[in-house]
């Protein structure tokens, strides 16, 4: 069966297989597909999504090179300066990457660090390399969908938040992950 012209399988498509186990378990591996009750739903990612859950330097120091634009969810405006929430984007934006401010709270606030202030992640125009989130671990979760909406290319969760759920998720979806690791010291170690 490998090696030959097979069918071509739509999704949503009905497949009625008779066939030994080993041939089974050969052809779903090689073809990574997804039934559910005797219907083809979908093909597998051909990547481990746990290779999405970022934690060795090289990981790290890889994605840092590859970023350009920074969402920041929670962070705080300039009255707040003495927080990590926002002398950690201060410093990314200082060391030359564009920082866009999505914060939680301060309705009144229109702008941080000179630059606009968006609402929601939705909100935020064009692509985004990353979101670097300033929210308590158990606050993450309500923000599990709005990433997924947007997808950036990555999600950096600070030193002191992780959420293993919203990590799966979003790795499973193709967005690399960072957990409890802070921005700023992390560039400061393997790029300066």
């Not at 939680?104 to 929601?120: A, D, F, S």
């Amino acid at each position: 069966m490998i090696g030959q012209d097979l069918p071509v399988v739509r999704v949503g498509s009905e497949i009625n297989c008779i066939f030994n186990a080993e041939i089974a378990e050969i052809f779903a591996e090689d073809a990574e597909m997804e039934f559910l009750a005797g219907k083809f739903i979908g093909y597998h990612e051909a990547m481990d999504w746990k290779e999405n859950l970022l934690t060795t330097d090289a990981e790290i120091a890889e994605l840092l090179r590859s970023v350009k634009r920074i969402a920041v969810l929670g962070i705080k405006p300039e009255s707040h300066s003495g927080q990590p929430a926002y002398y950690v984007p201060k410093y990314m934006q200082n060391a030359g990457f564009e920082i866009i401010p999505v914060p939680v709270y301060y309705p009144e606030v229109n702008e941080i660090m000179g630059e606009k202030v968006y609402r929601r992640l939705s909100e935020v125009p064009g692509e985004v390399d990353m979101l670097n989130v300033f929210r308590r671990s158990q606050d993450v979760s309500q923000h599990v969908e709005a990433v997924l909406e947007k997808k950036p290319r990555s999600v950096w969760l600070q030193l002191g938040i992780w959420n293993d759920d919203a990590a799966e998720e979003w790795a499973k979806a193709g967005i690399k992950v960072v957990q409890n690791l802070c921005l700023m010291v992390e560039h400061r170690a393997l790029l300066r």
